[in-house]
T-cell receptor, first 112, second 116 residues
């Protein structure tokens, strides 16, 4: 099966940079994705890494190291609206499977 | 493109009753997923459709749960003989051929179920 570990809570100051780590265990690996969810809202897709390295999308970047079974989400120039929960997710290893397993989420609080 | 919609947004029921939720995916999306989410947890996969075919079911999906997508468009999730442990947010998501391989799924606002 799949399991993912990420910190439960992170607090950071507006304008700063924050990194949310995710380690995973999976019998097969396609890629690591990240989702954002505001309180009471729907999860929204942020990024996906299939290969080692850094993917940048505006203020958000995501990194993957397949050899370390590790990835992180980097948020720069934090804004108050970035306060939300962030989930890493991996796909089930079965052939043709699109079942995602999510971590428990990291609650990010951005303070003034 | 109006996004994924779900109905109802909230449902309160008594233990033992049956409930049915509806999900309307983004119109051109052929893949549809159901998840369950409880407080402080990530979404947990329940089932997945490609067009009208139900291709995957989680072990979490007991015999009391059934899902359909009869014409490959909207989907329904029915829970029979509800239990208090079924109280959760039920999320629907959809994706297209173009983004499925990067695990990009578009989620609806969810149906919050409370079983008394």
């Amino acid at each position: 099966g799949q399991s993912l570990e990420q910190p439960s809570e992170v607090t950071a100051v507006e304008g700063a940079i924050v990194q949310i780590n995710c380690t995973y265990q999976t019998s097969g690996f396609y890629g690591l994705s990240w989702y954002q969810q505001h309180d009471g809202g729907a999860p929204t897709f942020l990024s996906y890494n299939a290969l080692d390295g850094l993917e940048e999308t505006g203020r958000f970047s995501s990194f993957l190291s397949r050899s370390d079974s590790y990835g992180y989400l980097l948020l720069q120039e934090l804004q108050m609206k970035d306060s939300a929960s962030y989930f890493c997710a991996v796909r089930n290893s079965g052939a043709g499977s699109y079942q995602l397993t999510f971590g428990k989420g990291t609650k990010l609080s951005v303070i003034p | 493109d109006t996004g994924v919609s779900q109905d109802p947004r909230h449902k309160i029921t008594k233990r033992g009753q049956n409930v049915t939720f509806r999900c309307d995916p983004i119109s051109e999306h052929n893949r549809l997923y159901w998840y369950r989410q409880t407080l402080g947890q990530g979404p947990e996969f329940l089932t997945y459709f490609q067009n009208e075919a139900q291709l995957e079911k989680s072990r979490l999906l007991s015999d009391r749960f059934s899902a359909e997508r009869p014409k490959g468009s909207f989907s329904t999730l029915e829970i029979q003989r509800t239990e208090q442990g079924d109280s959760a947010m039920y999320l629907c998501a959809s994706s297209s051929r173009e983004v499925v391989d990067r695990d990009e799924q578009f989620f609806g606002p969810g149906t919050r179920l409370t079983v008394l």
